[in-house]
Structures are given as C-alpha cells and as structure tokens.
C-alpha cells in the first residue's frame, strides 16, 4: 500500500534562515512525488513535482526538493525563508505508471518568524 | 477554463438533508479526484472520473454518497441525509491524461452539517 508519512506537525523557522520540511514516502513502484501548498481557506496549490531525472528538482517561489531513493525521502527546502512562507504544507505521492489518486501526508504548518 | 471551479464555496445543511457540490475541471482535463478535508487537516480520497467514467471509487462512502461527472456539465458530488461527520471541506482536483500530471485543484466547498 502507497503511504506518505511527515513527521513534523510543525516546522518554526526565523526568517532568512534555511527552511525543511520532511517527508517520506513507500510505493510498490517508482514514486511519482509531489509537493503542494495550502495558505488559509485556500485550496492546494502546486509547489514542484519529482517523476524521473534529476534529484534535485526545483519549483515555485524559491522551492526545492531533494529525492532521496535509498531513504525514501523527498525532502522540501528553501535556502532562505519568507514570512511570507508560513503555511500547510503537503507531500504527496502517487505509484508511477497509474493514474491513480494521490496519498498525501497529514500536512507540516512551517511558521516563519520575523 | 484555466482553474478549477468549484461551486458553492460555503454550503450548511441541518443533518439528515441532501447536499449538492459542483466541480468544473480545466478544459482538455480527463481526469477529476474528488477528497475531503477533515478538522485536522488529513485528505481523505473519495472517488475518480475519466471523462464521465468512474475510475476509482474505492474511497467512497457508497450508501449515502453519489458523484457523477456527465459530458458538457459540471462534476457532482452529492451526499444524502448528511451526518454531523459529514462537515468538511471537500476539494475538487483534475489531471491531463498524462501520468506524471500534477493536480491542479479548486478552492474546495465548506460543507457545515448542523
């Protein structure tokens, strides 16, 4: 069974500072990975996605992601956070080769103080 | 269209009423995901189309959820004689028929049952 675990409720970050936020992942098949954003009372938004090629792969507004296949890790960074930043944050997966659904984690909210 | 558009934002209804939600996906998207978003912030999948066909509906609560997704008219979920366990905020993503696709969603519709 696919699955996305997150570890961190919660990421606190001061600004300027390098931000991650953890997630990894268990498919039966290559992972299709993914990285969204949720502001408040907002839907998800789209922040970068990892299908094949590069392991670093990078996205919208400054973001990043390393895919880490003997860890089963697809980590999201950013070399220095915004105030701006500060939101939910959602790792997703889907078993490569399917149009199934995505499996989503449980969310890390990143706080990123002034 | 170029987004999402999913219809009522906010929706209250007294338990044991039917609730009716609309999702039209981008133009040239062959694939809807419906999910609902519960108080703690963990998406739950409900059901797939491919154009008007279900594709996946293993996620849904089948004796009181319906979704239909018919040619030239916006997707539906429907829910009969709706449950206190029913208020949530449901999301409405679509795909291309690309595999490695990622999903593009709407806004979402706040469901209150009360």
């Known amino acids: 069974a696919q699955s996305v675990a997150q570890p961190e409720d919660q990421v606190n970050v001061a600004e300027g500072n390098p931000l991650t936020v953890k997630c990894t992942y268990s498919?039966?098949?290559?992972?299709?990975l993914f990285w969204y954003v949720q502001y408040p009372n907002r839907g998800l938004q789209f922040l970068l996605k990892y299908i094949t090629g590069d392991n670093l792969v990078k996205g919208s507004y400054g973001f990043e992601a390393e895919f880490n296949k003997s860890q089963t890790s697809f980590h999201l960074k950013k070399p220095s956070a915004l105030v701006s930043d500060s939101a939910l944050y959602f790792c997703?997966?889907?078993?490569?080769?399917?149009?199934?659904?995505?499996?989503f984690g449980k969310g890390t909210k990143l706080s990123v103080k002034p | 269209g170029e987004e999402v558009a999913q219809t009522p934002k906010h929706l209250v209804r007294g338990e044991g009423q039917k609730a009716k939600l609309y999702c039209a996906p981008i133009?040239?998207?062959?694939?809807v995901f419906w999910y609902q978003q519960v108080l703690k912030n963990e998406f739950k999948f409900l059901i797939s189309f491919q154009n008007e066909n279900v594709f996946d509906e293993t996620g849904m609560p089948k004796e009181r959820f319906s979704a239909k997704c018919l040619p030239n008219s916006p997707c539906s979920l429907e829910i009969q004689a709706t449950k206190l366990e029913d208020s949530a905020v449901y999301f409405c993503?679509?795909?291309?028929?690309?595999?490695?696709?990622?999903?593009?969603f709407g806004q979402g519709t706040r469901l209150t049952v009360v």
């Open positions: 133009k040239g998207h062959s694939y």
């Open positions: 997703a997966v889907r078993d490569g080769g399917s149009q199934g659904n995505l499996i």
């Open positions: 993503a679509s795909t291309q028929t690309d595999r490695d696709g990622e999903a593009f």
């Open positions: 498919v039966s098949g290559n992972p299709y």
